[in-house]
């Protein structure tokens, strides 16, 4: 079955310290997103990627970055920079400029102690 | 920036009841989209618009991309306990490479 995985469903930390969280897809889209959601609130972008070893700063990127080394995987890294981390980040990926068409993953939820 | 505003923030209906909600912006958009969230998922896209004043449906839901090009509509007929979530809308600009999407509709349901 094709689709997005994002792993773990649950993550909890400790203040301070880098998280990184999982995002795979096998639908071979060449476009991969992270988005952040709050209760109460759409969702963020915090960063996009159209194509490997590139990717673009979101609305919302600072305290967080990424990699795209390959075209399958999308990680995301939230850092101790980042100032409210607690949130459920969702990741989604596209055919290439079709952000219209986005299909998403499940979702991790991190709560920062 | 763009934003946008959906209505209303949340809802309890009884099963079988029709249902509506809208969006709102200040800005022009050349899409409208609508996503349904199950609790602790991912969005799923249900329905997307690409022309002012289109109107197309999926099974029991249709919804409308407004002739001013600033807002949407949807609706969702004979509802039953399975449409509980949350209803976004979203929107894409003149830049094609983002989606902006509003705070969402909660939808509950009572059988």
């Known amino acids: 079955d094709g689709g997005i995985t994002q792993s773990p469903k649950y993550l909890f930390r400790k203040e301070g310290q880098n998280v990184t969280l999982s995002c795979e897809q096998n639908?071979?889209?060449?476009?991969m997103y992270w988005y952040r959601q709050d209760p109460g609130q759409g969702l963020r972008l915090i960063y996009y990627s159209q194509i490997v070893n590139d990717f673009q700063k979101g609305d919302i990127a600072e305290g967080y970055s990424v990699s795209r080394e390959k075209k399958e995987s999308f990680p995301l890294t939230v850092t101790s920079a980042q100032k409210n981390p607690t949130a459920f980040y969702l990741c989604?990926?596209?055919?290439?400029?079709?952000?219209?068409?986005?299909?998403f993953g499940p979702g991790t939820r991190l709560t920062v102690l | 920036g763009q934003q946008l505003n959906q209505s209303p923030q949340s809802m309890f209906i009884q099963e079988g009841e029709d249902v509506s909600m809208n969006c709102t912006s200040s800005?022009?958009?050349?899409?409208w989209l609508w996503y349904k969230q199950d609790p602790g998922e991912g969005p799923v896209l249900l329905i997307a618009?690409?022309?002012?004043?289109e109107l197309t449906s999926n099974g029991r839901l249709t919804a409308q991309f407004g002739i001013t090009r600033k807002d949407s509509f949807l609706n969702i007929s004979a509802s039953i306990p399975s449409d509980v979530g949350i209803y976004f809308c979203a929107g894409q600009g003149a830049s094609y490479d983002k989606v902006i999407f509003g705070p969402g509709t909660s939808l509950s349901v009572i059988p």
């Open positions: 618009l690409y022309k002012a004043g």
């Open positions: 800005s022009i958009f050349n899409t």
């Open positions: 639908l071979n889209h060449d476009a």
């Open positions: 989604a990926s596209s055919i290439r400029g079709r952000t219209d068409t986005q299909y």
